[in-house]
């Protein structure tokens, strides 16, 4: 039997798990020093001993996040559809945003602080920001290239203005928007991190910075260990999210024929 | 004999006008002034006729088909349709059916051919009878659930032209509607859509490219010019109905096919003529 290589999936997991066995391997054998990368097992050691202090640093940070999200989606698909849906707006704001877009934000985190003290408040503002661009720019983007036909065709069906927002505004530019918040969102659970690591006295990002200055390599790695299970989960429930929403487009947006769809047809179906 | 012969002048008697546009102009508004796009365009369609506006690209073809539909509006002259004008779309006079991809893709078949009834708030399970009626006329019953990217383009077009006629509008604008189809799938939604036309008897403007279309298709071809559009030339097609594919090898078919050619080839090229 000739050899195959296994299925992406099965690849995914292999890959996966080689990673975590190097992690484990590097540090036992000594090829790297301790300080530098402590192994997997002492890690998840550390966690499991000091779990109290970890989950309660969690729930800060996912506190944070949650706010933080409902701000930049809220305040990104709003001023998105502004922006993208009148024309004044569009001229005066999204020349604006794209450039600030542009404008490395963390700069700004010091003067929150000084606002908003070095609680929850200065982070939850910060990455709100953070994560709002991008929101805003895709919807208004979504909103922009809507194909015309399609607001052409609703009008010659009889629809009201209000009909053709709800009814083809709204969902043809639901793809570039889930796009623009799964961008927004990860930057979301960055920009709170950041600023946990920055000036803080809770959350994940504050116990990597903390035991970091004593260097407690273990309890960092099993910090970061954490913020790599919140982003990777952030990401399937997002992409989950945008699958189920989008069972109509599995084929692309606006698919020519292929040899796909030629399939897809039953022999005998008509032209 | 004499049964054909009285339904012959039933025909010619009791034959109301559908669409009347008279000496309507158009001018697009641009820099320096403005681009005049339809100039002094006058027409009569009788209720039940085929009619196909043939021209070259840029005459004002859509332009005017837009206008007909209630989505745009001339800057001069008047369009009646059934003896009251058309100021905004009326989809329960009016349907349209345009080119590929106007279909909404995040609808299935059967949603997308409700569409219009929704707009007007018909409860669902009423809305779903016509919808499934629709699919029948067009052949294609069963395939309600599938979603546009999953039809091929023939298909595409038949539920475009199942979403046109849902609300039983007495007249049907098509622009281009098989533009983007290959020859072969082209022909056989001609033939389709005579048959579905002959079973729902509306009136039909029709635009295309295609000379072979345009005769295969219409009782009367319209030949508009170079922009400034204007109609040229009006051609009765005078092949019995019901059309078959053989016609298209007859002489009257070529000699058709060839005065229309022969009016576009003057307009686009004057130097020739
Ligand atoms: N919205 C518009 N604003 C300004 N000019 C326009 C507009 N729409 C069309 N035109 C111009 O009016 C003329 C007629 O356009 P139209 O689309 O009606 O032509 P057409 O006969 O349908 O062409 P085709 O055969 O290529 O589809 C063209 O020269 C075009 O550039
Ligand atoms: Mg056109």
Request: net charge positive; with cysteine; glycine share 8%.
């Amino acid at each position: 039997m000739p050899l195959r290589w296994p299925a992406p999936s099965t690849m995914r997991w292999l890959i996966l798990a080689t990673l975590l066995v190097f992690w484990e391997l590097m540090p036992r054998t000594k090829i790297v020093p301790e300080l530098f990368l402590p192994s997997l097992s002492k890690t998840l050691a550390v966690l499991y001993s000091d779990r109290l202090e970890y989950v309660e640093a969690l729930g800060v940070t996912l506190y944070e996040v949650a706010i933080a999200m409902l701000f930049a989606c809220g305040a990104g698909i709003l001023m998105g559809a502004l922006g993208g849906g009148v024309a004044l707006l569009r001229n005066l704001l999204l020349p604006v945003f794209s450039s600030l877009y542009a404008v490395p934000i963390v700069i700004l985190y010091p003067i929150f602080t000084a606002w908003l003290g070095v609680g929850s408040e200065s982070k939850i503002a910060f990455a709100g920001v953070y994560g709002f661009f991008p929101v805003m720019l895709s919807t208004a983007a979504g909103i922009r290239t809507i194909d015309p036909q399609y607001v052409l065709a609703a009008r010659s069906m009889g629809a009201t203005l209000s009909q053709q927002i709800t009814r083809v505004v709204i969902p043809a530019s639901i793809p570039t928007v889930l796009t623009g918040l799964r961008l927004g969102g990860a930057l979301t659970i960055i920009g709170v991190v950041v600023a946990e690591m920055l000036t803080s006295a809770a959350g994940i990002g504050y116990l990597v910075t903390r035991y970091r200055t004593i260097l407690d390599s273990p309890r960092v790695f099993a910090a970061i260990l954490m913020i790599l299970v919140l982003s990777v989960m952030f990401d399937v429930l997002a992409r989950g999210l945008e699958r189920r929403t989008l069972a109509w487009q599995t084929a692309g947006r606006r698919p020519r024929r292929s040899r796909e769809i030629m399939q897809a047809v039953p022999a005998g179906a008509p032209a | 004999m004499q049964h054909m012969a009285s339904l012959t002048r039933l025909h010619e008697v009791a034959e109301p006008t559908a669409i009347e546009v008279a000496r309507l102009s158009h001018v697009y508004a641009g820099p320096e002034g403005g681009v005049p796009a339809l100039e002094d365009i006058s027409m009569k369609v009788a209720a039940g006729r085929f009619v196909v506006i043939v021209g070259p690209s840029g005459c004002g073809k859509t332009s005017l088909l837009m206008m007909l539909a209630g989505l745009r509006h001339q800057t001069e002259g008047t369009i009646l349709c059934n003896e009251r004008p058309i100021n905004r779309p009326d989809p329960a006079r009016v349907g349209v059916v345009f080119q590929e991809a106007s279909l909404f893709p995040w609808l299935s078949a059967v949603d997308n051919i409700e569409f219009p009834l929704a707009l007007r708030g018909m409860p669902k399970e009423e809305r779903r009878r016509h919808a499934e009626a629709m699919l029948r006329l067009v052949g294609l019953e069963g395939f309600g659930g599938r979603y546009p990217h999953e039809l091929s383009g023939g298909m595409k077009q038949r539920v475009s032209i199942a979403r046109g006629l849902v609300q039983d509008p007495p007249v049907l604008l098509m622009d281009e509607p098989f533009a983007a189809l290959d020859e072969q799938t082209r022909m056989t939604m001609g033939h389709e859509l005579l048959r579905i036309w002959s079973t729902t008897r509306k009136t039909v403007v029709f635009i295309t490219h295609s000379l072979t279309e345009a005769v295969y298709l219409a009782d009367e071809v319209l030949v508009m010019s170079a922009r400034p559009g204007r109609i040229i030339d009006r051609i009765p097609v005078t092949l019995p109905r019901p059309r078959t594919y053989e016609m298209m090898a007859t002489d009257t078919f070529g000699r058709l096919r060839d005065r229309i050619w022969q009016q576009i080839r003057k307009t686009t090229q004057p130097g020739l003529a």
